[in-house]
């Protein structure tokens, strides 16, 4: 079975034991993204919209990095500690990914890692 590893310095690195994606037969899985900034601040205090747009931006340079879009998401999971958020980050989330309209569940969690509000996982499609 063949793994590849994907990684890119245009997102924040993995804090443990993990790659930022892995692709496999034609499919490829973003592991969860918190919003830690590129050069590895792990502040927690950020507002929650700012929170939003560096787990999207960094999901955009990881699949860019594998050669993907936002029109070969198949399913994305959002975990947020504060349902009061899910309309703030569905406006962001639309903007990132268009008309395009994967699969998707928004799971509201009692905490996440760090104190961040949000965390999030895909997997996509690519050539392979």
Known sequence: MTIDLIETSEAAL????YS???AHRGTLYLSGILPVAIDGDGSAVR???EQVDLVLAHAGAILSKAGA???DIVKV???I?????????DVRYAHFVGDHKP????????A????FDIELELIAAVKG
């Open 69 to 71: 879009t936002v029109t």
């Open 20 to 22: 930022q994606a892995v």
């Open 112 to 115: 996440l890692h760090h104190g």
């Open 77 to 79: 999971s959002i975990y």
């Open 103 to 110: 699969a998707r569940a928004v799971i509201p969690v009692p």
């Open 47 to 49: 507002p929650f919209a």
């Open 14 to 17: 993995p804090l443990g034991h």
């Open 81 to 89: 500690t504060d349902v009061s958020n899910w309309a703030s980050f």
